[in-house]
């Protein structure tokens, strides 16, 4: 098991719970603290049946999308594709309790991962080193 985020995972139901990682912090970034969220409002049922949310939730992404500026819209874009593209062919329909586990491995690796780069680049804007978001959120 790695301690970070695993893009060849070979469980969609660990991508899952990545992509719901990546479109919670999409909406956050777009509206700020709306209260009750991605996470409060969808966590618990993505993780037991993700085929149902999980285009809806994408959806609604695209809108949130819209709302980003400097380039922060195709980053989140590119993370979807990406995380999307693991899950292969198709969404699974429901989840075991094993499965569910993994989804939220998936899912709080990924925030991780995200939080330890923001981290990263507001440590780095501090120092004065000037180096490009964009540069760092993609690698």
């Known amino acids: 098991m790695q301690p970070n985020v695993n893009p060849q995972h ?7 719970g990545r992509l719901l990682a990546i479109l919670a912090r999409l909406q956050y970034a777009a509206l700020g603290d709306v209260g009750a969220g991605v996470i409060q409002r969808y966590y618990t049922a993505t993780s037991q049946t ?9 959806a609604n992404a695209k809108n949130h999308l819209n709302k980003l500026e400097g380039g922060l819209g195709f980053w989140y874009e590119d993370k979807i594709a990406e ?4 899950l292969g062919d198709s969404i699974p329909k429901t989840l075991t309790l ?3 586990s993994l989804f939220a491995l998936g899912y709080y690796q990924q925030l991780a991962e995200m939080k330890k780069k923001k981290t990263d680049i507001q440590s780095e804007t501090k120092t004065g080193s000037g180096l490009n978001l964009l540069f ?4």
């Open 98 to 100: 094993e499965k569910q």
């Open 50 to 58: 993700p085929a149902l949310l999980i285009g809806r939730l994408i």
């Open 83 to 86: 995380t999307m593209s693991a």
């Open 10 to 16: 070979p469980e969609a139901a660990y991508h899952c």
């Open 136 to 139: 760092h959120l993609n690698n």
